[in-house]
């Protein structure tokens, strides 16, 4: 009778492990204003990547730090869309990533931003999903870049 199960000894029998699919952890960067960098990101036990995902990096006062919120789908406009150093090529900000190390790390490069300083949060949609043009589309935080320098 599982009407009666309501407290947590009625669910001490173990019955698998649930393990989340995606990125494993949220990565710290610090960026230098017009110096390109590359964004590297690890998948989870288990979880690999793929050539569909995509990334946005949204200034954090716009989302207010929370990744899927009003603005989500749209890129910085700190972020330029192509790094000079020394020949000019275009950034990889709303391509597909590298794939590594058998699809468990994405790697976006260059990036570079323009904006003298800022916090900025890196937004992951998995494998296409939905098209990943919608704010919800980019729900995971895979990374928080801070730009200050010279």
């Known amino acids: 009778n599982f009407g009666n199960c309501r407290e947590g000894k009625h669910f001490a029998l173990p019955i698998g492990t649930i393990q989340p699919q995606g990125p494993s ?48 789908s749209h890129q910085a406009n700190e972020l330029a869309d192509q790094a000079c150093w020394p020949t000019c090529v275009l950034t990889a900000q709303s391509g597909p990533p590298s794939l590594e190390r058998a699809n468990a790390t994405a790697l976006w490069e260059p990036l570079l931003f323009t904006v003298s300083s800022g916090i900025f949060d890196v937004c992951w949609c998995g494998n296409g999903v939905e098209g990943c043009d919608s704010d919800s589309d980019f729900l995971i935080k895979v990374a928080q870049v801070s730009v200050a320098g010279v």
């Open 25 to 72: 952890n949220t990565t710290r960067l610090k960026a230098i204003p017009n110096q390109p960098f590359a964004l590297r990101i690890h998948a989870s036990a288990g979880s690999a990547f793929s050539e569909t995902d995509r990334i946005r990096v949204v200034n954090t006062d716009v989302i207010r730090g929370v990744c899927g919120e009003f603005g989500t």
